[in-house]
């Protein structure tokens, strides 16, 4: 592994059911997060982790929960997927003090709620 | 609220320079960055400021005026490759990352 991994690359998901979309990253960076992105839209954070055992919500949490039980692990869930939820999302991390924070994303996930 | 704006397409000619700008409003400021986005990608890291002034990498160069909050990304030489969203994004008071919109380079040979 170099970098960040996402899985899936892809998914159609239907409405109500549960999903855990996975990240992993192994340049043992402190905080990751998630974002997602859609068309017109800027990224927006829907949670984020500063360090292994905390997670913080972002701008748009609702529908979604994380956890973080280790450096290298961020896994994204939604709980019961509504069709508002069809995105692309991007995991990223960076390292705390290094360079301003920079971030580092993954290839991302594209999700279809139908 | 925080806000940042650049404009949502722009097009150059293969060999051009163009510059792509950004304004931002934000509670605070601790840095500017700026990504590239190829269209199906993930962002890619370009180039970070935290003081005033230009910062050039290569065909690139950033420009921070944090008293007029703005930025631009310049790209000298395009290729085809450059085709792109360019991403600007601001960190605020609180270290959390603002970002744009994004625009979206067309380059023409």
């Known amino acids: 592994i170099a970098g960040i991994t996402q899985a899936p690359t892809s998914q159609i998901l239907a409405a109500g059911r549960r999903m855990t979309l996975r990240c992993t990253q192994d340049?043992?960076?402190?905080?990751m997060y998630w974002y997602r992105q859609d068309l017109g839209l800027g990224l927006r954070l829907i949670h984020y982790s500063n360090t292994a055992g905390t997670t913080g919500k972002g701008e748009v949490p609702d529908g979604y929960s994380v956890s973080r039980a280790n450096t290298d692990d961020f896994p994204l869930t939604l709980a019961s997927a509504v069709p508002s939820q069809t995105s692309v999302y991007f995991c990223?991390?960076?390292?705390?003090?290094?360079?301003?924070?920079?971030?580092?994303f993954g290839p991302g996930t594209r999700l279809t709620v139908l | 609220g925080q806000n940042i704006d650049q404009p949502t397409e722009m097009t150059a000619t293969e060999g051009a320079i163009v510059q792509i700008n950004c304004t931002y409003q934000t509670s605070g400021f601790n840095g500017l960055f700026w990504y590239q986005q190829h269209a199906g990608e993930a962002p890619t890291f370009l180039s970070y400021?935290?003081l005033d002034g230009l910062e050039e990498k290569g065909r690139f160069s950033s420009f921070l005026s944090r008293s007029k909050g703005y930025s631009y990304l310049l790209l000298k030489e395009l290729q085809m490759k450059d085709s792109a969203s360019y991403l600007c994004a601001v960190t605020d008071s609180n270290y959390q990352l603002i970002w744009g919109a994004g625009t979206k380079l067309i380059i023409k040979p």
């Open positions: 340049m043992r960076h402190n905080a």
């Open positions: 990223a991390s960076s390292e705390v003090g290094a360079e301003g924070d920079t971030q580092y």
């Open positions: 400021n935290v």
